[in-house]
């Protein structure tokens, strides 16, 4: 079985470039993440928006909800990556 690699550092750049974002400015980002990277970003169709950007999906009623939620999925798969303290 092959692991579904995710590219932690791109990951992190990108949250880092959202930081402090909102409205347009934030989807613009988010947009132009999912071009380059052959990663979806639609508007609600049928009631819902969708985002699957660096292998982490997320459907929402608004482009603000998935990427509000593409965001805390993205810290916490991050988190869920490092390793233990000890």
Same mark, same amino acid.
């Given at each position: 079985?092959? /692991?579904?690699?995710?590219?932690?550092?791109?990951?992190?750049?990108?949250?880092?470039? %959202?930081?402090?974002?909102?409205? @347009? /400015? #934030? #989807?613009?980002?988010?947009?132009?993440? *999912?071009?380059?990277?052959?990663?979806?970003?639609?508007?609600?169709? *049928?009631?819902?928006?969708? %985002?699957? %950007?660096? #292998?982490?999906?997320?459907?929402? *009623?608004?482009? @603000?909800?998935?990427?509000? *939620?593409?965001?805390?999925?993205?810290?916490?798969?991050?988190?869920?990556? %490092?390793? /233990? /303290?000890?």
């Amino acid at each position: 079985m092959t /692991a579904l690699l995710i590219d932690h550092e791109t990951i992190r750049e990108l949250l880092t470039r %959202l930081e402090g974002l909102s409205g @347009d /400015a #934030r #989807r613009e980002v988010i947009f132009t993440a *999912a071009i380059e990277s052959g990663g979806i970003f639609h508007g609600p169709v *049928a009631g819902n928006a969708a %985002l699957h %950007l660096h #292998r982490i999906p997320v459907v929402g *009623a608004t482009e @603000d909800e998935v990427i509000d *939620a593409w965001i805390r999925k993205a810290s916490e798969r991050l988190s869920d990556d %490092l390793p /233990a /303290a000890s």
